[in-house]
């Protein structure tokens, strides 16, 4: 029981630890929709740009020209008449990520997909100043950005951004007070399964010395004798104690705690 108590224990605080990493790295998602093909990657809002909306945004994806986006974007994303908005994908590098996102608002972009520009496989945090910055931004791998890359521009195509968790501070006290909720209810659960264990072994205890009395071996250390003839003297007399019959000459009776013999 003690042993099980110490798993929970440690996997609760792994599962905390966990919540708050992925709180803090504000992990989340772009999702690629074509026909029957759907695929999904992850990805990091910017710091400095407002967070995607809990129902997510839909979009048209672009390629940015100059790809870079650290010059004024030559490109301009066409108007939709089916609400969708026009995303632009930008690769990483030559200037600073607030400098691409900028550059992406003002081209009429509501989206900025930034890639890596080297497979490192890994997602970075964008930071910059928030001042005057109105549309979306995430980052993503190279991977992923040559994935999206492939579909960019094809009508029949639809991006996705599904939003993160925010590493605010509601979002990690409430993450710390469902994951407290969970230890306790699991060391509750403990306490009250031990404590129903030591019921039942214990009323299982008084059950057997109920029922069963004393043990054979505690009958036969004690002292007995044959009885013969009644004495005035003597403690046993001539009826049984137990069963209230009068002893025969020759009967092996047993002296009780209490003096009494059967």
């Not at 205890?205 to 109920?210: A, G, I, K, L």
Request: hydrophobic share 45%.
């Amino acid at each position: 029981m003690k042993m099980m108590m110490n798993r929970a224990l440690v996997l609760l605080l792994l599962l905390l630890f966990h919540l708050l990493t992925l709180s803090s790295l504000a992990s989340a998602k772009v999702i690629l929709i074509r026909n029957n093909i759907t695929r999904s990657f992850d990805d990091i809002e910017a710091n400095f740009a407002p967070s995607v909306k809990a129902a997510g945004e839909i979009g048209l994806l672009y390629v940015a020209e100059p790809l870079d986006a650290c010059s004024d974007l030559t490109n301009k994303p066409e108007q939709s008449s089916n609400g969708t908005s026009p995303f632009v994908l930008i690769v990483r590098g030559g200037c600073s990520f607030e400098d691409k996102v900028r550059k992406a608002q003002r081209a009429g972009f509501k989206a900025a997909i930034i890639h890596d520009n080297e497979d490192r496989g890994i997602l970075i945090a964008m930071a910059g100043n928030s001042g005057g910055i109105k549309i979306h931004a995430v980052f993503v791998t190279k991977e992923t950005g040559d994935a999206l890359k492939e579909f960019a521009g094809l009508s029949d195509t639809k991006v996705w951004l599904l939003p993160s968790f925010e590493n605010s501070a509601w979002s990690i006290m409430a993450v710390s007070f469902i994951s407290l909720l969970a230890m306790s209810a699991v060391l509750a659960t403990c306490f009250f399964v031990r404590r129903h264990r030591i019921r039942r072994r214990t009323s299982r205890s008084s059950r057997v010395r109920e029922f069963h009395g004393m043990s054979r071996r505690l009958v036969k250390a004690m002292p007995s004798l044959i009885f013969s003839s009644v004495h005035e003297d003597n403690t046993t007399a001539f009826t049984c104690a137990i069963c209230l019959e009068d002893y025969s000459v020759g009967d092996k009776l047993r002296l009780l705690p209490c003096r009494h013999s059967e």
